[in-house]
């Protein structure tokens, strides 16, 4: 509760901070204020479930540690800006502000009572997502993918309001118990069951699960990286909790009757994602794809609807999203060093005897693709794991064979990365790197490999 | 809580050579792997085989899902242990005579693989199995990869993938398994021992773990990594991957796969046995073809643990205890194979059977060493390999006269191609490539030495290992057959 | 028996009657006598040039923005003062009561000019721009092609296309 608040007045402070003659002062500033969000989200930590503002909002334990991932996760992207230093046309104090809203329309989702409270942080979130999609002016592709992010964005959202509206018309209430208690009744409305269809379509297409998954790899390969990072994090987690205090809170009654539907979107999901990422010559649209195959490990954890989903999606969404700045944190240096010499280059090529020279990038690098992989030691294992267990727990086991498949095949395109940076020859320069940089690095390959060897430290917390 | 110290010492051993290695690397590597030796000898002086499970500890790992890092030592475990801590020093010190890069980062890679070995062999939860089983795949992988030969990357590639598939099957039967255990759920190994499952499912277990661990060992036809990947290793790489990693299958189809799908083993041991004893045939016969002397012995390797999975698959003692006392016996013949073919590569820089020739007039110990693991490996009485190949043989006969009888073409064959080696690189005239031979040094002395007398001990007293794991493999067979 | 819902379709079926109601009185009663002068777009005697789909310069839309800015303010401070607007609440809290609404409403409009304020410092509300900022857009199309382009069709679209190709910089 405390970060809405504090974040909302923040951001108009950082803002006006804009103003300041030296730009500075925003990074730190941005970075405490962070901090103390962060501080305020935990004040309530174990007192049980609390209800804000006549019914809108909630908070408890699981939306605190969601809260809690998405600020560490937005405190590594910000300290991964640097300020916006090396670029003239930068708006660092609006990029910062909007970063701050952004944040409070996640927390808005996480913690959603009231279905407009979850239509309002969606658009808070995304709104913000179209501006800094488009924020790279001078460049083309970051025009093209605002515009496309905006244009497929706005339908969705009309979906989804549509939607809501029809689950109003068959319950009568936007709140989750009063549509919950409406289930309890037996016997729902047609309404009803069209009605989370196109809640459900609207909410798939933000966190880009197959077949709504169309924007995702132009809008990620469009938008200056250090947001697409911030993209493929923090909004998928949103995305994701949303979707599971929807789907837990609201619609466990009716489980026979959408669980089949979303099996179905998984698998594609998977299929999409996994496979098309094997085909991609760039890093950053196989980041994409890969962003779409765990967009479907999670919805695993989804469709099973078990007492241990809250757990794995917490887990999975922490262990992706650590894993995923790491992935982007390593590209953003090594592109601007390309960019130096011509393009910015993000092929596998890129990488070529990046060990050489930068052995700790390396190492990062690695480690996030193996977590993404899911390979041991490492907490995109115990991610997979708890997935899977969830999904053996409601006994959906073809379900898991085809994530099993699908996590074959995803090392394929993870190891090309590495193999790239271990053991092909590049000509890759020593990459100087700000030793703030590089703490938030080694921060989340240590986060990465600490919850790898000894996952019961987080899965303990909630 | 001599099992934690087991896991540990390699591990933090590696670590000291990662960190402060620099060009003392080899030596501190040295020392920590005698000093898991060490423990392990210690540990094997207090062990009492009747005695079941023992030096156990347990800690609780993610209490919410009553997973625990749980470890002990049986007698099974004991061998395996003891064949780990004995060969790592042996392969640490294969690796002296080389000049690899980054050795600091080389030699970590090998202890901490040991360290994963040893979790593997005597790790007691289901889950750590599975964490073991996979993190050993990560040093052998960097090892192969980044310092192996010049197809590496093609071929490192493919087996790491073939790993992970085929052990990402067995990931779910474990979960599946995990899920079917009452109360709040338990992933103790002996928790899914008393599991009732019904036939059809236990046959679809069955063949999750079949294909887990058959792509590890590997058998036919999951064996199409192996041969490519031996050869491109480097040998330390060859080593571990032949002589420990490849008894981490055989390691769980005794103790993860017979005692979980015990009613899947009526319906399709019989699958499991031919197809492991095709391999043996397949194996034997293909290596007689090969030029290459590293290509040779890996698809030998191939050929003798299918005989193992045969074995272990006939669920009789004389199978069970056979493929046990083979596996020990097969890591010493292998490791030191594929160390005398690194000698030769080293100093003639080829493995062409062709192009050498000659080696016994320049140095004659060279060749008598070369002859005894030969021996061991083509299983002559008083060796190593016959103990364990006459106990298999025995008892695959128990369980089928003609599949006995095609099982024992591993010997015949066998001294085809492994005498055919010998002959070709041995004897006849010196060629340019040998002219220069020069003698054993030290360092290899010290590798071979060791070897030999380990398979003169396993030949002519087997007992010492037998016995103790005889009390283990009795009370799983009994647990089988109920 | 009406449902909600039915009173809601009463209401449509209301408003197409009395538009219908309304144009075919109009029709009726007007003088109709058309001329060019009155069938224009602006009868103020303005001609409309061109198309109307011309590119409007970027300042109207913030200003359009910050216009919305103020009607969002406005129609949320009537339901405001209609809703916490009570004498009996005020009398019974002794007052505290107006002070909380008040303070609630100035929380919001205080945002709002603080947004203001953010729009006016950056200069947003200047109509002219005391330094043009020149774009350094590199787009890989050469400004020839337009220019070539521009040569081409002129006149052939008529009167419109060329008013618009004069307003590119």
Not at chain 1, 109 to 126: A, Q, V
């Amino acid at each position: 509760m405390y970060p809405i608040i504090l974040l909302s007045f923040l951001g108009i402070v950082v803002l006006f901070l804009g103003f300041a003659k030296s730009k500075a002062i925003l990074l730190p500033a941005t970075l405490l204020f962070l901090a103390v969000a962060l501080v305020g989200n935990f004040v309530e930590w174990n007192q049980g479930t609390i209800i804000y503002f006549y019914n809108m909002l909630a908070v408890n334990n699981l939306t605190l540690a969601f809260n809690g991932i998405v600020l560490v996760s937005a405190f590594m992207i910000v300290a991964m800006t640097r300020g916006f230093q090396d670029d003239d046309e930068a708006q660092p104090a609006e990029y910062y502000a909007i970063m701050l809203f952004s944040l409070v329309g996640a927390f808005m989702m996480i913690g959603f009572e009231n279905l407009i409270m979850l239509f309002l942080g969606l658009e808070i979130l995304s709104v913000a997502m179209y501006v800094l999609t488009g924020s790279d002016k001078r460049n083309l592709r970051s025009n093209e993918a605002a515009l496309k992010y905006f244009l497929m964005g706005a339908f969705a959202t009309g979906i989804l309001l549509f939607g809501i509206a029809l689950l109003y018309g068959a319950t009568g209430s936007f709140t989750l118990t009063g549509i919950q208690a409406y289930i309890g009744q037996g016997n729902p409305s047609y309404l009803l069951y069209g009605g989370l269809l196109l809640v459900l379509i609207g909410m798939l297409f933000k966190v880009s699960a197959a077949p709504f998954h169309f924007w995702t790899p132009d809008v990620y390969e469009g938008a200056p990286t250090i947001f697409t990072a911030f993209m493929a994090t923090i909004v998928k987690t949103a995305g994701f909790a949303a979707l599971f205090r929807l789907l837990s809170h609201s619609f466990t009654g009716i489980y026979d009757y959408w669980w089949i539907t979303l099996a179905v979107i998984t698998v594609l999901t998977l299929l999409v994602g996994n496979i098309i990422a094997v085909y991609q010559d760039s890093f950053k649209r196989m980041l994409a794809y890969s962003s779409i195959s765990h967009a479907g490990y999670l919805l695993i954890a989804l469709t099973a609807m078990t007492p241990q989903t809250e757990n794995s999606i917490l887990f999975y969404s922490m262990a992706y999203s650590v894993a995923t700045i790491c992935a982007f944190g390593v590209l953003i240096p090594l592109a601007r060093e390309k960019a130096m010499t011509g393009k910015p280059r993000e092929t596998y090529e890129a990488f070529n005897g990046l060990a050489r020279n930068n052995p700790l990038l390396a190492f990062v690098l690695t480690v996030s693709m193996l977590s993404l992989a899911g390979i041991p030691l490492t907490a995109g294992f115990w991610g997979k794991f708890f997935v899977f267990g969830s999904a053996a727990e409601r006994g959906i086991i073809w379900l898991l064979v085809v994530a099993i498949l699908m996590s074959a095949v995803g090392i394929y395109y993870y190891f090309r990365v590495i193999m790239a940076a271990y053991m092909k020859e590049g000509d890759t320069a020593e990459i100087r790197v700000a030793p703030f940089y590089k703490i938030v690095l080694v921060t989340a390959t240590i986060i990465t490999l600490l919850f790898g060897i000894a996952p019961g430290l987080f899965t303990g917390l909630v | 809580m001599l099992t934690i110290l087991l896991i540990l010492i390699p591990l933090v051993a590696g670590l000291l050579t990662f960190f402060l290695g620099g060009s003392n690397a080899k030596i501190i590597a040295l020392a920590g792997a005698l000093a898991e030796l060490a423990t392990a000898v210690f540990a094997w002086t207090q062990f009492d085989p009747a005695a079941g499970a023992q030096f156990g500890f347990q800690y609780d790992w993610i209490t919410a899902s009553g997973i625990s890092f749980a470890a002990s030592v049986d007698g099974i475990s004991m061998l395996l242990v003891l064949l780990t801590t004995f060969l790592v020093p042996l392969i640490v010190l294969s690796a002296f005579g080389h000049n690899y890069q980054n050795p600091a980062t080389f030699f970590a890679l090998i202890l901490f693989m040991e360290s994963a070995l040893v979790g593997v062999f005597t790790t007691t939860d289901a889950f750590l199995f599975y964490f073991f089983f996979e993190v050993a795949l990560i040093p052998v992988y960097f090892l192969a990869a980044v310092w192996g030969g010049e197809n590496r990357l093609k071929v490192t590639f493919k087996f790491f993938v073939y790993t992970i598939f085929g052990s990402l099957f067995m990931l779910v039967a474990l979960v599946y398994l995990y899920y079917q255990t009452p109360g709040t759920h338990s992933s103790a190994i002996t928790a899914f021992y008393d599991l009732q499952l019904t036939p059809a499912a236990q046959g679809w277990l069955f063949w999750a773990f079949f294909i887990a661990f058959a792509i590890k060992m590997p058998l036919f036809p999951f064996h199409t990594w192996q041969p490519d990947t031996y050869t491109e290793s480097p040998t330390p790489a060859t080593m571990l991957l032949a002589g420990i990693m490849l008894k981490m299958g055989v390691y769980g189809l005794i103790r993860i796969l017979l005692p979980i799908t015990p009613l899947a083993l009526n319906q399709w041991g019989a699958v499991a046995i031919v197809l492991s004893v095709i391999g043996i045939v397949y194996g034997s016969i293909i290596a007689i073809q090969q030029r290459d002397m590293k290509r040779l012995v890996a698809y030998s390797s191939f050929a003798h643990v299918g005989l193992m999975a045969a074995g272990v698959f006939s669920t009789t003692l004389n199978g069970m205890q056979g493929a046990l006392i083979q596996m020990l016996a097969h890591g010493i013949n292998v490791v030191g194979m594929f160390f005398i073919i690194d000698i030769i590569f080293s100093r003639t820089n080829t493995r062409y059977l062709d192009h050498l020739g000659g080696i016994t007039q320049k140095t004659p110990s060279l060749s008598v060493y070369f002859m005894i693991m030969l021996l061991g490996s083509v299983a002559l009485p008083l060796t190593s390999g016959f103990v364990g190949e006459f106990l298999l043989l025995a008892g695959v006969f128990e369980y089928n006269n003609w599949l006995g009888a095609a099982a024992g073409l591993t010997i015949i064959l066998g001294a085809v191609y492994l005498l055919r080696m010998f002959q070709k690189s041995m004897f006849g005239a010196t060629s340019v490539n040998t002219e220069h031979f020069q003698e054993l040094t030290l360092s290899e002395r010290a590798v071979l030495i060791p070897l030999t007398i380990m398979v003169f001990w396993i030949g002519i007293y087997p007992s010492t290992f037998l016995e103790m794991t005889e009390p283990t493999v009795n009370q799983l067979l009994r647990f089988i057959h109920n | 028996m009406l449902t909600d819902f039915g009173i809601i379709l009463l209401f449509i079926i209301a408003g197409f009657a009395l538009l219908g109601v309304v144009l075919g009185v109009g029709r009726l009663l007007r003088p109709d006598n058309p001329n060019p002068e009155k069938n224009s777009t602006y009868e103020s005697g303005e001609d409309p040039v061109g198309n109307a789909n011309v590119q409007f310069n970027v300042r109207f839309y913030v200003v359009a923005l910050i216009f919305v800015l103020f009607e969002v303010e406005l129609v949320f401070l009537f339901p405001w003062a209609v809703v916490f607007g009570r004498e009996d609440l005020i009398a019974q809290t002794e007052g505290r009561w107006g002070w909380f609404a008040l303070a609630e409403m100035t929380v919001f409009v205080g945002i709002l000019a603080l947004g203001l304020a953010y729009a006016w410092a950056k200069g947003y509300l200047d109509w002219v721009k005391p330094k043009p900022h020149v774009s350094q857009f590199d787009s890989p199309v050469p400004s020839e092609l337009y220019e070539q382009l521009n040569e081409r069709y002129a006149g052939k679209a008529g009167k419109g296309m060329e008013e618009k190709s004069n307003q590119l910089p």
